[in-house]
């Protein structure tokens, strides 16, 4: 471990590179890119058509086009989803909707289970809201791969009691996110239309052992190195780090297995965070994902393979519960008040405009207004809660103590990150600069961006202090952004 602590303590400033894994083709704009953003109707119970529509407006005006329904077993949920329909054809604007059965919750286990599922298909097939793709009314899952609706297998199960039953205006476009291996798509050929590939959206097999073996691979390559050059350790774990986490291995997984069936659709994800801390006697999940400069990172992979991705989708607009949102705190939190308070993840979804901007259309837009955004945990990874039962989340240990920075600038400027303890400045480029600077217990941030030392955006997240003793673990983002004409 001492190797990642001097990662941390003796180069402050990491000012990343995104490894270009594919080229990207020409593309001639003849196939449309799509983005949507998985909404939990679950936390949606208050909602009435008029928070629909706000909620349209704002996922609307970041380039996002539908929303993926995540529909349960509520019996009010069907009414919630009816809202969602009724807003987005009242919005006037081209927001779409489609279903995204989660298959953790609804029944399948017999063929009558799947009638269900067949009704919201045949409710919206019509309706001016309903997301279509092929002609074809769009449709997805949350997992599903067990379930066999009274047959022999789940991929009997699915092409017979769903995707074969629906004809006509009815037919569906079917892409679920199985969570089995690519290897076996070829078994639900006549089920599927393409796979949605949740787990994509975070390097999800870096749990703490994995990460412990990255930091030692890094020294031991340092190592050798020492005599010969000076190839700092930092650069090397930030380096293997961020391999991790632009890595496009699982989508390339998906891609060649789905090619190889004829062409069907891909659909890939992208998120900003994770994390989620709930009691063995609550919903009995405690742990996290490696976020830390995901969002920018993965995003940036994604537009450089877009020629082979038609849709992303961003999870999420509402999962308070896993923190991974980018809408709005509003609706019906499921026991997320401790983490979730207070942490609003606006600025992920103002970042989320420029790339989906160069995501639609192959090039990354002129930045038309210099931004800073900020984000950082509330606590350090080594913190011991003073006061919390549940205990501390699974892979703590792979995220880094230290504020994560994005800036979008106009033109060449200066950017001067801040701690209690550290100033750092450097000078970025035109367009998106990725920076990083190490938090200590009690450290505060900011960042100012200049040109010709005159102070163009001045970001000061009110009331963030790093802590070093928390009561409660926290390890959702705090996340803040500023602009050149509106600072905040
Ligand atoms: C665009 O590319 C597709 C396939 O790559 C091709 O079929 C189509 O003809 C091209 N369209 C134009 C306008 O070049
Ligand atoms: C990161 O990926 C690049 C490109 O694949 C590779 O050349 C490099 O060795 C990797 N770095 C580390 C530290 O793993
Ligand atoms: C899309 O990219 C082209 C250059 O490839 C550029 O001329 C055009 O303005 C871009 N459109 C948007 C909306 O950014
Ligand atoms: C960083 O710069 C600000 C503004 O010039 C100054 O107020 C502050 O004392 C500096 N902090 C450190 C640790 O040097
Ligand atoms: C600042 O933090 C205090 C204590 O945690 C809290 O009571 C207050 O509401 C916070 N203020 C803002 C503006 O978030
Ligand atoms: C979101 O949080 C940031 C940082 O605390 C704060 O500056 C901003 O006002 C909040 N925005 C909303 C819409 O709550």
Not at 16 to 45: I, Q, W
Not at 217 to 222: F, L, P, S, T, Y
Not at 359 to 366: A, E, Q, R
Request: charged share 15%; proline share 5%.
């Amino acid at each position: 471990m001492w190797l990642y602590v001097l990662f941390l303590t003796v180069f402050p400033v990491i000012v990343s590179s995104v490894p270009v894994h594919l080229e990207a083709r020409v593309d001639n704009g003849t196939e449309p890119k799509y983005v949507f953003a998985h909404h939990m109707v679950g936390n949606t119970y208050p909602y009435t058509v008029d928070d629909w529509k706000e909620d349209i407006a704002l996922a609307s005006a970041h380039g996002i086009d539908a929303f993926a329904l995540n529909i349960g077993s509520d019996s009010w949920q069907p009414n919630q989803v009816k809202n969602a329909y009724t807003a987005a054809e009242q919005s006037g604007s081209n927001f779409k909707m489609f279903i995204s059965f989660d298959m953790t919750i609804l029944p399948c286990a017999s063929s009558g289970d799947a009638a269900q599922l067949r009704n919201y298909i045949t409710t919206y097939a019509n309706h001016a809201a309903q997301f279509k793709y092929d002609n074809k009314v769009f449709a997805s899952t949350f997992a599903g791969d067990t379930c066999t609706f009274g047959q022999a297998n789940a991929a009997q199960g699915w092409q017979s009691q769903f995707t074969s039953q629906l004809t006509g205006a009815n037919a569906v476009f079917f892409v679920p996110s199985f969570f089995v291996d690519p290897e076996q798509f070829g078994d639900y050929a006549n089920a599927i239309d393409g796979m949605f590939n949740w787990n994509a959206a975070w390097p999800i097999s870096v749990t703490t052992g994995v990460f412990n073996e990255i930091v030692m691979q890094a020294g031991a390559a340092v190592g050798k190195l020492l005599s010969s050059s000076s190839s700092p350790l930092t650069t090397q774990i930030s380096e293997a780090v961020q391999n991790v986490t632009s890595s496009l291995d699982s989508d390339h997984q998906y891609i060649d297995a789905l090619n190889k069936m004829g062409n069907k659709l891909y659909m890939s994800s992208v998120s900003p965070w994770f994390f989620t801390h709930y009691s063995a006697q609550s919903f009995d999940k405690n742990f996290l994902y490696l976020s830390d400069q995901l969002y920018p990172s993965r995003w940036q992979s994604i537009i450089s393979a877009r020629d082979q991705i038609p849709m992303v989708e961003v999870l999420t607009w509402n999962d308070y519960g896993e923190s991974s949102y980018v809408g709005p705190i509003k609706g019906a939190q499921p026991n997320s008040q401790q983490w979730v308070d207070g942490f609003n993840h606006t600025a992920f979804l103002d970042l989320t405009q420029y790339f989906v901007t160069a995501y639609k259309n192959g090039s990354y837009p002129p930045v038309q207004e210099d931004k800073l955004y900020l984000w950082a945990r509330p606590h350090t990874k080594d913190a011991q809660a003073t006061s919390d039962s549940i205990g501390k989340p699974e892979n703590a240990d792979v995220l880094e103590d230290a504020l994560f920075a994005v800036v979008l600038a106009t033109s060449p400027a200066e950017v001067t990150l801040s701690t209690k303890s550290i100033n750092k400045t450097v000078s970025v480029k035109e367009g998106l600069t990725q920076l990083s600077l190490p938090l200590e217990a009690g450290d505060t941030m900011s960042a100012s961006l200049s040109r010709d030392n005159q102070i163009v955006v001045q970001l000061v997240p009110n009331n963030f202090t790093f802590e070093g003793s928390p009561q409660t673990y926290n390890f959702n983002a705090f996340a803040s952004f500023a602009s050149g004409t509106n600072p905040n």
